[in-house]
């Protein structure tokens, strides 16, 4: 059973599209993150939900805008892509803000 | 501002051999602490961590942690390197009772056969 689940593994698209990427997590935990590593493996985290409520919203464009609609789901919806948008996406969860995290597989956005 | 450094950003070492990675943090207080590993194509996993407590913590695969408030250091170290823990190693912080979590830029390991 995967614990922290993401979908699509990889994501090719074209400038100016939109797109989102889905994350489930079976381990009954409470809070939810979303990271975008670039090539350089510098991991930066986007945006953070503690039981449905966003509590980390960081500097990021607002293209990207996250959706809980439960505390098992985070998705994340990117509006018109651009080439800087490249990179691996993760989604992670912990039982509570601050604990330890527990990584999904990425998905890889190409922007082309 | 709150961080986390880990000065090498490469480490080459022999299968075999003893390993230790750094880690510094800047922090008001003692934070919560963490070590993750990534190899390649994969997401993080968690290595070990350091909440309270006896200050040389053990984790998976063989890897121990210590943690130095005097030095603001968190060190991971394995006494003997294997060729499958070439991978990517992040340090972690986690402010205590805040929402905060700063990861490190990563070290990369490589083992020589």
């Known amino acids: 059973d995967t614990a922290v689940s993401q979908t699509p593994k990889y994501l090719v698209t074209q400038m100016g599209n939109d797109k989102s990427i889905k994350c489930e997590q079976n381990?009954?935990?409470?809070?939810m993150y979303w990271y975008k590593q670039d090539s350089k493996k510098f991991l930066k985290i986007m945006f953070s939900?503690?039981?449905?409520?966003?509590?980390i919203n960081e500097t990021v464009p607002n293209r990207f805008s996250p959706k809980s609609p439960d505390k098992a789901h985070l998705n994340l919806h990117i509006n018109s892509l651009e080439l800087g948008d490249s990179a691996v996406y993760f989604c992670?969860?912990?039982?509570?803000?601050?604990?330890?995290?527990?990584f999904g597989p990425g998905t890889r956005l190409t922007v082309l | 501002a709150q961080s986390v450094t880990q000065p090498d950003i490469h480490i080459t070492v022999s299968e075999g051999a003893s390993l230790e990675l750094r880690c510094n943090y800047s922090?008001?207080?003692?934070?919560?602490l963490f070590w993750y590993v990534q190899s390649p194509g994969q997401g993080l996993q968690l290595l070990l961590k350091?909440?309270?407590?006896?200050?040389l913590v053990q984790g998976i695969k063989g890897f121990e942690a210590e943690f130095k408030r005097s030095q603001s250091s968190f060190n991971l170290r394995k006494p003997s390197v294997h060729w499958s823990d070439a991978a990517e190693y992040f340090c972690?912080?986690?402010?205590?009772?805040?929402?905060?979590?700063?990861f490190g830029t990563g070290t990369r390991l490589k083992v020589l056969a």
């Open positions: 992670a969860s912990s039982p509570q803000p601050g604990y330890e995290q527990f």
């Open positions: 381990l009954g935990h409470d809070t």
């Open positions: 939900y503690n039981n449905k409520e966003l509590i």
């Open positions: 922090y008001g207080a003692t934070p919560y």
């Open positions: 350091y909440f309270s407590g006896d200050t």
């Open positions: 972690a912080v986690a402010e205590v009772g805040t929402y905060k979590y700063i």
